[in-house]
């Protein structure tokens, strides 16, 4: 023993000795709070979630042309703002309403104002009626709102289907047949744009429900706001903040009504969605991965599975999701704190849960009167096994089930240490050392967020029509996950307002709305502009206007996230800065900006970004770029949906550059030598998949090569070949 502890230094004898002391579940607990990070940054889902959100705001009803769709991310995406190692997000899951139709309590007074996303001159309102069962309600036509053209405000008056589908108002039975069918296409083509991606495998599926809104809390809640708290969670202002988000209706049936003719059809479920993202987002971290680890055991348990899919489940998330929420409610923040042991928490939580299945009895935590819990349905074997849960085995279950996965997605060196971990010392090793990969791969993780961003913001510009509305919302979208990903969306919402005006000019008053809204009101110098291009009719000036403050965004947009990427990859942050110039005739400007960037980029860069050569973007780019492109798509079509065929990296547009700034200024041949000799090296460094980087360095070669010579371009291929 005595040449054994010999081995080691001072401090690495106590660090064994300290690990020998802690308790297998205290190791656990510490690789709990370690590995599930709290981002500083957007996730791949939160980028997936917002521009879902986008693509599905540009939705609208065939006969209603003020009929909008107002989506929402709500669950997993939405709660958590942890980030666990195993995946915590099974699908992105969005709710989406539409502005015409609006619910009220029961006996409750028609509104007489609306929020903005509600302008339409026509909104019908449904009134929500109780049925036998608490938490399921019905949806009669009771109103319709008419908006004043004086002053906004709305009169309204009963509602009468057959006069109202006379005139073409408004036909509740075509809106819930859109809301049945109509977003059936959408998960197709929002999966096609978005999934059909072999570079990003790990983008999830979505799922789509439509609702109705409510604005108001709904009485079947009433008690909750003012319900006794002993310790105050949440506290007066989250409720508040609650009460005012309203509820939403979702038109699912309760199980035992799904098969009734006329129930089955028009019954709703009282949605409290929005409240719970509220109070998940005010947890503690602590508290969002107990959740998530008590999600991770029931799932991989099979737990909310029925036996032999006879029968119902008997759990499902949201029971797990109504047991943290009671636990927030009902322990003391001391509980969650003092000794901290997440594995003791999620054992106790889970012993818990069993009472409640033997109980049949899980109180909805909004409505008192609900039980979640099927009385019919019971599993004894499912309420033993939780019921018998303790600290140690849960320990262990965490460690074989949860850890070793997690050591599963490193490097096989860190892997392979879990093939022993008979010892706290070992065990300790493994996860200090997959922390560490972890912390080491969080710049990796959030380039991958800002290359899918990059790709598919001007991709849904060149697909939609953009509005003032959907710049808007937009906008709202992106800034809650990062205001940087927001500054490279107005960067493409003012080229997409280039490319209109080039096409309509001033006729299309679509452009004008748009850059109401994308210009700050202060920025009088570029109200000014605009105005004077309107005046004049003068689309050219307002175009290359546009393209300048383009340019000016998506160079700022790459200073502020360049630096994030240090150990990862190197970005130059000029290129656009040098395709304007070089549009502009600045070719000195330009030759300045692009010579750094190669040099950059071949001493510093590893891996190297890309640009993408799509509609907004491409009109930055001169005619041979244009021109090199629009021949690849005509002679392969699919190129137009291969993200690897139509983007150019830093380092060949940077080297396209150069040599078309030298050309036009006359340098030396010795300058072009040089410039074929980072060809050949660029040729071997470029991905072979990656087509239009390979044919722009041709066209280079195509360009050089007669006043270079082709002897010398030989000698050049050679000792680069060397």
Known sequence: MSESRGKHSPAKRDEMAMADERSVSEIVTAFLLDSCRLPPCPTLNNVQAAIACGLMATENLPNYKEAELIPLTTGSAAEFYIEPMLPYVGDIDVMYYWNILLAIPQGHPPPTQLPAEFHSYYVAVLEIIDSHLPGYVYLPARYLLMQRTDDGKYDYVEYDPIYYYKNKII??????????????????????????????????????????????????????PTRHRNYDWPDSATRDRVVSNGCDLVGVAHRQCREHEWMGKHQHRLSFSRAEIILINNWMPVQQIAYHILRVYVKTERLTESVGNSEPAIMSNYHIKTLVLWACELKPRSWWTENLNLVRICAELLNTLSVWLSDTRCKHYFISSCNLLDTSLSDAAVTSKLMSIDETYLSTWLI?????????????????????????????????????????????????????????????????????????????????????????????????????????????????????????????????????????????????????????????????????????????????????????????????????????????????????????????????????????????????????????????????????????????????????????????????????????????????????????????????LA
Request: glycine content about 2%; charged content about 20%.
């Open 400 to 720: 074989n089930n949860y850890i070793g996965r997690c050591a599963q997605l490193c490097p096989s060196y860190i892997s392979r240490l879990f093939d022993d971990i008979s010892t706290n010392v070992k065990l300790q090793k493994v996860v200090s050392e997959i922390v560490r990969w972890r912390l080491d791969t969080s710049q990796h993780d959030w380039w991958r967020a800002v290359v899918f961003a990059e790709m598919c913001i001007p991709r849904c510009t060149s697909t939609i029509s953009l509005t003032a509305r959907l710049c808007v919302y937009w906008t709202n979208e992106l800034t809650k996950i990062d205001k940087r990903i927001c500054l490279y969306f107005s960067a493409i919402a003012l080229l997409y307002v280039a490319r209109r005006a080039t096409q309509n000019g001033f006729s299309d008053k679509l452009v004008e709305d748009i850059l109401s809204t994308l210009l700050v009101p202060d920025c009088s110098t570029c109200y000014s502009l605009l105005s004077r291009c309107k005046t004049e009719q003068n689309t050219s000036e307002l175009v290359e206007i546009l393209q300048k403050s383009a340019v000016i965004h998506l160079t700022t947009y790459r200073k502020s996230v360049a630096p994030d990427f240090g150990s990862v990859i190197t970005i130059v942050t000029t290129e656009f800065e040098a395709l304007y110039a070089y549009k502009r005739g600045y070719y000195q400007r330009c030759l300045q900006l692009s010579t750094q960037n190669v040099h950059t980029l071949f001493m510093y860069s590893r891996y190297l970004h890309d640009v993408h050569m799509l509609p907004d973007l491409i009109q930055l780019f001169d005619d041979d770029i244009v021109s090199l492109t629009a021949l690849m798509v005509m002679v392969n079509p699919k190129c137009r949906d291969e993200p690897c065929c139509t983007r150019i990296s830093q380092l060949t547009l940077s080297l396209y550059l150069m040599t078309q700034c030298q050309l036009k200024l006359h340098h030396s041949v010795t300058s072009l030598e040089q410039i074929l000799c980072y060809i050949k090296i660029a040729q071997r460094r470029i991905p072979h998949e990656a087509t239009l980087d390979h044919l722009t360095l041709k066209l280079i070669e195509c360009k050089a090569i007669p006043i270079v010579g082709d002897f010398t371009f030989w000698l050049i291929s050679a000792l680069a």
């Open 171 to 224: 036909d509740r039975d075509e809106i819930n047949k859109w809301n049945i069918h109509g977003p059936a296409f959408q998960p197709v083509r929002l999966l096609k744009f978005l999934l059909n991606n072999n570079e990003e495998p790990s983008l999830l599926s979505m799922d789509m429900v439509p609702c109705t809104r409510c604005l108001l809390w709904p009485p079947q809640a009433a008690d909750w």
